[in-house]
C-alpha cells in the first residue's frame, strides 16, 4: 500500500476534487463521516465529548464531526478558534452548517480566552492543524496544545497530531505537539507515523478511506510504502498439486556457538515453518545433539571446530544461505565469513553476529553479495553505518544505502522498515512489544532464508518475511500475553500466519 508525503496528499484531494468530480466541501464531509463512524462506535466511556477545531481545512473536518455526532445523539462541546483573518471556505461552509440543538454547544476561543475544563473521563478530538503544517505552533495554539495534553484524557488527533510535521520533524522543537493516544489518518498513514521519535504524539494510528479517487492512487509514483495483508496475500505462491521437496528449494543456515545454540534451533524452525523444502544446519560440532533433538526435520553439517563456526562446506547444493544467529565474532568465524562472501553464488541472509563481524572489517560490506539481505536492529545499524542524528535523518541514509549498495536493508523496530535496491522503503504494520525478546531476530532471519530458498526475489523474500513474523507474533501474544511471549512461540505460530494470509478475501 501506497504511502504519499503531504504534498502528494494534497494532489490527491485536487485530482478527486476535479475527476469523480466531487466539491471539496462534499470530499470534507466523507472525511467527517469516516470520523463519525469510527468515533461514534466506540464504548461510551466517556462523559463529554470535546471538539477543539482551528480555522483551516482539518477545522473543518472537526466541525462537521461535531455536527455529525450531535444527530447520533452525542454531546458535543465544539471549541472553534477564531482566525486573525479568514476562515477556510469549507470550514467557514461547516461552521454555517451546524445546527441548534440541546446537544451541540459551541464555543469560540480567541487570544484572552479561558480554556476550558478537561476531566479525565472527556474524550477530546484534537482538529488544530493538519498535516502541512511547516512551522511550530506558538501563542493562542501553542498554549491549547499544552493545556490538552495537561489533562488525563482520552485524545483522538484528525489526520495527524496538531503540531506534527507530516514528514521531516527535524527543524521541529516538539514542545508543542498533541499526544495523542489514537490517531485517525485520511486514506494514507503519514511518514512521520514510522518514526520511533514521534510514537509518543502519535499513539495508535488507524487509516480512514475517504474515497481518493482510485486512478490516482494507482498512477502516482512514491518510495513510501506498508505492508498490509492485501500486499502480503499477493506476494505469497500457491503450492502445485505435483511439487515436491525440490520444487521449494535447499537452505543452508549457519548458527550457533557454545551457549547459543538455541539460536541455531530457532532459526532453523522457522526456515523449515516458512516452506523451505530442505534445511541444513552447519553447526559446531558439540551441538549436533541439541539440534537433531529439538529441530529433527533440518539435516546438520558439523564445524571441524566444537564451539563456532570456522569452515565453508561446498555451497553449490544450497539455494539460500542465512548466516548470524549465535555465531560469535571470534577469529574463525569471521575468516569463516569472508570465504563465504568470497564463495557464495546466492544472495545472503546476513544478520546478528554477521553483521558485527563485517562492522568489524571495513571494506567488507562491499564484498557482499549484491541483492543480499542485510537485518539489523538498531544498534547494529549504527555499529554498520555510523550514528544519525535523528530517526528521519536514518530514515533517509537507510533509502540511500539499500540503492547504493545494490542491497535489501531490514531495519527492525517496531514498524520495520524494508528498503530495497530501486529506493524504496515498505514499513511494516504487523507486530507487538512482547516481541523485543531474545531470539525474535533468529526467527526472522530462518524466515527469509526460507523464502529466498523458494524462490521468492529477495526484497520480495524480506517484505513478505517481516510480515509474516510480525503476524505470527501478533497471533502468538493473543494467546500467552505480551509478557510471555518467547521466540519459540512466534516460530510455532509462523504457519497460522501464513493460514491467515492465504485467507484473506480482497
Given at each position: 500500500?501506497?504511502?504519499?508525503?503531504?504534498?502528494?496528499?494534497?494532489?490527491?484531494?485536487?485530482?478527486?476534487?476535479?475527476?469523480?468530480?466531487?466539491?471539496?466541501?462534499?470530499?470534507?464531509?466523507?472525511?467527517?463521516?469516516?470520523?463519525?463512524?469510527?468515533?461514534?462506535?466506540?464504548?461510551?466511556?466517556?462523559?463529554?465529548?470535546?471538539?477543539?477545531?482551528?480555522?483551516?481545512?482539518?477545522?473543518?473536518?472537526?466541525?462537521?464531526?461535531?455536527?455529525?455526532?450531535?444527530?447520533?445523539?452525542?454531546?458535543?462541546?465544539?471549541?472553534?478558534?477564531?482566525?486573525?483573518?479568514?476562515?477556510?471556505?469549507?470550514?467557514?461552509?461547516?461552521?454555517?452548517?451546524?445546527?441548534?440543538?440541546?446537544?451541540?454547544?459551541?464555543?469560540?476561543?480567541?487570544?484572552?480566552?479561558?480554556?476550558?475544563?478537561?476531566?479525565?473521563?472527556?474524550?477530546?478530538?484534537?482538529?488544530?492543524?493538519?498535516?502541512?503544517?511547516?512551522?511550530?505552533?506558538?501563542?493562542?495554539?501553542?498554549?491549547?496544545?499544552?493545556?490538552?495534553?495537561?489533562?488525563?484524557?482520552?485524545?483522538?488527533?484528525?489526520?495527524?497530531?496538531?503540531?506534527?510535521?507530516?514528514?521531516?520533524?527535524?527543524?521541529?522543537?516538539?514542545?508543542?505537539?498533541?499526544?495523542?493516544?489514537?490517531?485517525?489518518?485520511?486514506?494514507?498513514?503519514?511518514?512521520?507515523?514510522?518514526?520511533?521519535?514521534?510514537?509518543?504524539?502519535?499513539?495508535?494510528?488507524?487509516?480512514?478511506?475517504?474515497?481518493?479517487?482510485?486512478?490516482?492512487?494507482?498512477?502516482?509514483?512514491?518510495?513510501?510504502?506498508?505492508?498490509?495483508?492485501?500486499?502480503?496475500?499477493?506476494?505469497?505462491?500457491?503450492?502445485?498439486?505435483?511439487?515436491?521437496?525440490?520444487?521449494?528449494?535447499?537452505?543452508?543456515?549457519?548458527?550457533?556457538?557454545?551457549?547459543?545454540?538455541?539460536?541455531?534451533?530457532?532459526?532453523?524452525?522457522?526456515?523449515?515453518?516458512?516452506?523451505?523444502?530442505?534445511?541444513?544446519?552447519?553447526?559446531?560440532?558439540?551441538g549436533n545433539v541439541i539440534v537433531q533433538i529439538a529441530v529433527p526435520e533440518a539435516m546438520t553439517i558439523l564445524d571441524t571446530d566444537p564451539s563456532c563456526w570456522t569452515t565453508v562446506p561446498d555451497l553449490s547444493p544450497y539455494s539460500s544461505i542465512g548466516v548470524g544467529p549465535g555465531i560469535g565474532t571470534g577469529i574463525g568465524s569471521w575468516n569463516a565469513l569472508e570465504r563465504l562472501l568470497g564463495e557464495s553464488k546466492v544472495p545472503l541472509?546476513?544478520?546478528?553476529?554477521?553483521?558485527?563481524?563485517?562492522?568489524?572489517?571495513?571494506?567488507?560490506?562491499?564484498?557482499?553479495?549484491?541483492?543480499?539481505?542485510?537485518?539489523?536492529?538498531?544498534?547494529?545499524?549504527?555499529?554498520?553505518?555510523?550514528?544519525?542524528?535523528?530517526?528521519?535523518?536514518?530514515?533517509?541514509?537507510?533509502?540511500?544505502?539499500?540503492?547504493?549498495?545494490?542491497?535489501?536493508?531490514?531495519?527492525?523496530?517496531?514498524?520495520?522498515?524494508?528498503?530495497?535496491?530501486?529506493?524504496?522503503?515498505?514499513?511494516?504494520?504487523?507486530?507487538?512489544?512482547?516481541?523485543?525478546?531474545?531470539?525474535?531476530?533468529?526467527?526472522?532471519?530462518?524466515?527469509?532464508?526460507?523464502?529466498?530458498?523458494?524462490?521468492?526475489?529477495?526484497?520480495?523474500?524480506?517484505?513478505?518475511?517481516?510480515?509474516?513474523?510480525?503476524?505470527?507474533?501478533?497471533?502468538?501474544?493473543?494467546?500467552?500475553?505480551?509478557?510471555?511471549?518467547?521466540?519459540?512461540?512466534?516460530?510455532?505460530?509462523?504457519?497460522?500466519?501464513?493460514?491467515?494470509?492465504?485467507?484473506?478475501?480482497?
Open positions: 500500500m501506497k504511502t504519499l508525503t503531504t504534498g502528494q496528499v494534497r494532489m490527491a484531494d485536487e485530482f478527486t476534487i476535479s475527476h469523480e468530480p466531487v466539491s471539496s466541501l462534499d470530499l470534507m464531509e466523507r472525511a467527517a463521516s469516516g470520523l463519525a463512524t469510527y468515533i461514534g462506535g466506540l464504548k461510551d466511556s466517556f462523559t463529554e465529548i470535546k471538539i477543539f477545531a482551528g480555522f483551516g481545512n482539518n477545522g473543518g473536518d472537526g466541525i462537521a464531526l461535531a455536527r455529525l455526532l450531535s444527530n447520533q445523539g452525542k454531546r458535543v462541546f465544539l471549541y472553534v478558534i477564531t482566525p486573525e483573518k479568514n476562515w477556510s471556505p469549507d470550514a467557514k461552509a461547516n461552521l454555517d452548517r451546524l445546527p441548534v440543538t440541546e446537544n451541540l454547544s459551541v464555543i469560540f476561543l480567541k487570544n484572552g480566552s479561558l480554556f476550558p475544563q478537561i476531566d479525565k473521563d472527556d474524550l477530546v478530538i484534537d482538529a488544530l492543524f493538519g498535516s502541512g503544517l511547516t512551522r511550530e505552533p506558538s501563542g493562542l495554539m501553542a498554549d491549547l496544545i499544552d493545556h490538552i495534553n495537561q489533562s488525563l484524557a482520552q485524545v483522538i488527533s484528525v489526520d495527524v497530531p496538531s503540531g506534527l510535521f507530516g514528514e521531516d520533524n527535524r527543524g521541529n522543537s516538539r514542545q508543542h505537539i498533541i499526544r495523542a493516544s489514537e490517531t485517525l489518518s485520511f486514506q494514507f498513514p503519514k511518514i512521520c507515523f514510522f518514526l520511533p521519535e514521534n510514537a509518543p504524539f502519535t499513539g495508535n494510528w488507524k487509516v480512514i478511506p475517504i474515497g481518493i479517487h482510485p486512478d490516482f492512487i494507482r498512477d502516482i509514483q512514491t518510495p513510501w510504502n506498508y505492508t498490509d495483508m492485501r500486499d502480503a496475500h499477493g506476494w505469497l505462491k500457491r503450492r502445485g498439486k505435483f511439487s515436491h521437496k525440490g520444487t521449494y528449494g535447499h537452505s543452508l543456515m549457519i548458527a550457533g556457538s557454545t551457549g547459543k545454540m538455541g539460536a541455531a534451533v530457532l532459526t532453523a524452525t522457522a526456515c523449515i515453518r516458512s516452506g523451505s523444502g530442505l534445511t541444513t544446519v552447519l553447526i559446531p560440532s558439540d541472509v546476513l544478520d546478528a553476529d554477521a553483521l558485527n563481524l563485517i562492522s568489524c572489517h571495513p571494506g567488507s560490506l562491499q564484498r557482499v553479495p549484491k541483492n543480499s539481505i542485510l537485518t539489523p536492529h538498531p544498534g547494529e545499524f549504527k555499529r554498520l553505518f555510523g550514528e544519525d542524528p535523528d530517526d528521519y535523518s536514518r530514515l533517509m541514509r537507510l533509502k540511500e544505502l539499500a540503492e547504493v549498495n545494490g542491497l535489501v536493508i531490514v531495519l527492525k523496530g517496531a514498524n520495520t522498515a524494508v528498503a530495497g535496491q530501486d529506493g524504496s522503503v515498505w514499513f511494516n504494520t504487523t507486530g507487538n512489544p512482547g516481541m523485543a525478546t531474545g531470539g525474535s531476530g533468529d526467527v526472522l532471519t530462518g524466515l527469509i532464508t526460507g523464502l529466498v530458498a523458494q524462490g521468492y526475489e529477495p526484497y520480495t523474500a524480506a517484505r513478505l518475511g517481516v510480515y509474516v513474523h510480525g503476524l505470527a507474533g501478533d497471533i502468538a501474544s493473543a494467546e500467552v500475553g505480551l509478557e510471555a511471549l518467547k521466540a519459540g512461540d512466534i516460530a510455532n505460530s509462523i504457519g497460522k500466519a501464513f493460514m491467515r494470509i492465504h485467507n484473506y478475501s480482497i
